[in-house]
């Protein structure tokens, strides 16, 4: 069984950073991708950054040149670094992993606010 488990997420004001992780309970380098979505209240689940095996990374266009997603496969951790966060980036953030389906982590909420 795989379990991801994120940490990291804070209330934060507008313009500041935080790094979010997540830890999977096996090694990451099984998995073909992993990746982090967010959802906002009263909002669907929307996909914020993806990276593949071979280390390809994907962003929405909302936090691309904000975002900056990594992978420690040492440490089986993937990292969303966030940098100039701004209230639209309140959600809570779920990592994810695929091999064969997709695995998902409980979440850790993110607010951005004065």
């Known amino acids: 069984q795989v379990q991801l488990v994120e940490s990291g997420g804070d209330l934060v004001q507008p313009g500041g950073s935080l790094r979010l992780s997540c830890a999977a309970s096996g090694s990451i380098a099984s998995f073909n991708a992993m990746g982090w979505y967010r959802q906002a209240p009263g909002k669907q689940r929307e996909l914020v950054a993806a990276?593949?095996?071979?280390?390809?990374?994907d962003y929405a266009d909302s936090v691309n040149d904000r975002f900056a997603i990594s992978r420690d496969n040492a440490k089986n951790t993937v990292y969303l670094q966030m940098y100039s966060l701004k209230p639209e980036d309140t959600a809570v953030y779920f990592c994810?992993?695929?091999?064969?389906?997709?695995?998902w982590g409980q979440g850790t909420q993110v607010t951005v606010s004065s």
């Open positions: 990276i593949t095996l071979g280390g390809r990374t």
């Open positions: 994810y992993a695929e091999r064969f389906r997709r695995y």
